[in-house]
C-alpha cells in the first residue's frame, strides 16, 4: 500500500513561489507573478518578462509538482 503522505503537495503562496521561482532564475521576485488556474486545477500559471519565459515555464512545471498554490 502506497503512503498518501508522500503523494501530498505543500502549499505555498503566490509570493512565496515567485520568490522560488525568480532566485532559480537570479531575478527580482517582482519580475514574477503567480496566479491560481481554474482550468489546470492545483497548478499555477506565472507570468514574466519576455526574456525569461522558457527558463521560468521549466521551473514552474517542476515546481508544480512539489506545491500547489494556497488559496
Do not use: F
Not at 33 to 51: A, K, L
Amino acid at each position: 500500500m502506497k503512503n498518501l503522505d508522500a503523494l501530498a503537495v505543500e502549499k505555498k503562496t503566490a509570493s512565496e513561489l515567485a520568490e522560488i521561482v525568480a532566485t532559480r532564475i537570479g531575478i527580482s521576485a517582482a519580475a514574477i507573478n503567480v496566479m491560481p488556474d481554474p482550468v489546470r486545477n492545483g497548478h499555477w500559471p506565472t507570468r514574466h518578462s519576455e526574456q525569461i519565459p522558457t527558463e521560468a515555464d521549466r521551473i514552474r512545471d517542476e515546481l508544480c509538482t512539489r506545491y500547489e498554490l494556497e488559496r
